[in-house]
């Protein structure tokens, strides 16, 4: 008789919940980076994207309480990424800003439901913003209005670092693992940063491997019991040669 792992059941598997706006929803296209996470932890745990395109924080949680955010079973990593719509400029995009007073609230609200609904040693890691490429936001305008583009930017630098920021003291002050992608992509050596962009806020198939890699790369560090660690023969993330110390592989 095969001896099987017991989480073979799809309603016991563990799961992976990724909270966001249009970056983490578009994050399950071809390449996106949150399909690279669903690779990376194959027969391991289910991703579970809850991105939301267009949602601020205060939208997110309001959706939130009337949908399963909160509701998923046996969640083992909470992911965390908004600021995107949150830092829009307050006059060109008032519809989206939110102040960073709220926006740092909101954040801390959803770290404190993440442990109340997954409890408090529940793995979380918080995404501060990226960078925004201002050239490719004004051919977005052009080419989405034409002769009606203002060439002003509703999203810029100077907001998204502010945000960013914000994000990261947020996580600082609740001793939550955060990555810091504003400054983490304008240090990248081996490529141009704006490459990562293809409207100026949204990823390339680059800037989508680029978020997971770092990703994955903060999940080693601070919860080490939740990295996959690919078969060192094939590279494979699911085959009985790779390993992860929480997370045990479904089936034989």
Request: aromatic share 10%; net charge neutral.
């Amino acid at each position: 008789e095969t001896q099987t792992n017991p989480r073979t059941c799809m309603m016991s598997r563990p799961k992976i919940l990724l909270l966001g706006d249009s970056l983490t929803q578009l994050g399950f296209g071809e390449g996106g980076w949150a399909s690279r996470i669903a690779d990376a932890y194959q027969r391991r745990a289910d991703v579970i994207n809850r991105g939301m395109a267009g949602y601020n924080t205060r939208w997110f949680l309001s959706y939130a309480e009337k949908s399963d955010v909160w509701k998923q079973e046996n969640v083992e990593l909470v992911v965390l990424f908004f600021g995107a719509n949150d830092a829009s400029d307050k006059e060109l995009n008032p519809r989206h800003h939110i102040p960073i007073p709220e926006f740092k609230e909101n954040l801390g609200l959803m770290i404190s439901k993440a442990k109340a609904a997954y409890g408090k040693d529940v793995a979380i890691v918080l995404m501060c913003t990226s960078p925004v490429v201002h050239a490719q936001r004004i051919q977005f305008q052009i080419k989405r209005y034409g002769d009606k583009a203002t060439g002003e930017l509703e999203r810029n630098m100077v907001l998204s670092q502010k945000y960013a920021d914000a994000a990261k003291d947020v996580a600082v002050q609740t001793g939550t693992p955060y990555v810091h992608h504003w400054n983490l992509m304008q240090q990248e050596e081996e490529e141009d940063w704006e490459s990562f962009f293809y409207d100026g806020l949204h990823y390339t198939p680059k800037g989508n491997k680029f978020v997971a890699t770092a990703l994955l790369r903060e999940i080693a560090k601070s919860y080490p019991k939740l990295q996959v660690r690919p078969c060192p023969h094939t590279g494979h993330w699911g085959n009985s040669g790779s390993q992860c110390e929480a997370l045990l592989r479904d089936g034989p």
